[in-house]
């Protein structure tokens, strides 16, 4: 065999440092993280919970008969606010529920109780190795979104996008993600709306924009603003930042009636367990948003406000 080029060797340990090869690689250098969205999806037989049925192929995922779910983040204080909202539905959980061992496997074991089915999208708060070991002790019907490309749903699909921007993942072990893994994601031509599930924001522009922060900066990542546009998205949910959450807006910046199905509609979910700090000083208490996804649009049809034994607020984007 020829001798090897040096620029193979140098590609070459540059591939190793970046990859431990495990379910879910973690790149090194000054600005760690864990791909989570290259963890192995795991092999199951089609789910049905009551009128609810989740099937799955490759990296795409179909559910029927969700629609209201429950979205939101998980904040200090969710497993006991947890009890506090409607039983047996569908939960669409971005990111905060892998913090510590203690705190995901006292969550999980509650959600499991309480759900019918529960969809969890890890975050930059979230750490990859914690989150995989709660996993193993996890229901079925309590799904990682992670390693999935896509939610399809009853007129529309959501692309998926787990973790933070590579800079901002929490800690070393924290879910991220980079170019390359955004450019993973793809859209077909099948029909109905194309929407993002992401737990960062694309970075936006104008008065009413989801991403708008304290000080009037846009604290969104302009890399998933590129990725939306490139899928031909129209609208999205997200997680972070938190300073505009439960606020609709469409991604042009303008302000939505969130409770008006709209196909361009972008919202950011709030906190159960932790009232959140907007930019402007007003507070939204701890809770969830029943939201729907269908043929008209995105809507969020209320806000269960889901109270906690003590009171405990976050600044929206104070964790950046």
């Not at 879910?24 to 009128?51: E, F, I, K, N």
């Not at 709030?270 to 939204?284: H, K, M, Y």
């Amino acid at each position: 065999m020829p001798p090897r080029p040096r620029s193979f060797w140098l590609l070459l340990g540059l591939w190793v440092a970046a990859c431990d090869c495990g379910p879910a690689p973690r790149v090194g250098g000054p600005q760690p993280y864990v791909r989570c969205a290259l963890a192995d999806v795991p092999a199951s037989d089609p789910l049905t919970r009551g009128a609810v049925s989740l099937t799955r192929e490759d990296r795409s995922l179909r559910l029927e008969g969700a629609s209201p779910f429950l979205a939101y983040g998980v904040g200090p204080g969710a497993t006991r606010a947890l009890k506090q909202l409607p039983e047996r539905r569908v939960h669409l959980v971005l990111g905060g529920f892998a913090r510590t061992p203690e705190e995901a496997e006292g969550f999980l074991r509650v959600l499991g109780e309480h759900a019918a089915l529960a969809l969890l999208l890890p975050g930059g708060e979230d750490d990859a190795a914690i989150w995989a070991n709660a996993l193993d002790d996890a229901p079925a019907h309590l799904v990682d979104l992670a390693p999935y490309r896509e939610l399809a749903l009853p007129g529309g699909r959501f692309s998926v996008v787990p973790g933070a921007p590579s800079a901002y993942a929490r800690g070393d072990g924290s879910c991220g993600f980079g170019l390359a893994d955004l450019a993973l994601l793809d859209a077909d031509e099948a029909e109905g709306h194309r929407w993002l599930l992401a737990w960062t924001a694309p970075r936006r522009s104008g008065p009413g924009a989801v991403d708008l922060g304290y000080g009037a900066v846009h604290a969104g990542d302009a890399r998933v603003a590129a990725l939306f546009a490139r899928l031909g998205a129209v609208g999205g949910v997200y997680g972070w930042p938190r300073t505009q959450a439960g606020r609709g807006a469409s991604p042009r910046g303008e302000v939505r009636v969130p409770s008006s199905p709209a196909p361009d509609l972008e919202v950011v979910v709030p906190l159960l367990g932790t009232a959140v700090e907007r930019f402007d000083g007003s507070l939204l208490p701890s809770g969830a948003l029943e939201l729907a996804a269908g043929p008209s649009g995105l809507e969020v049809r209320s806000f269960l406000r889901a109270r906690v034994e003590s009171f405990a607020r976050e600044r929206g984007h104070s964790d950046r």
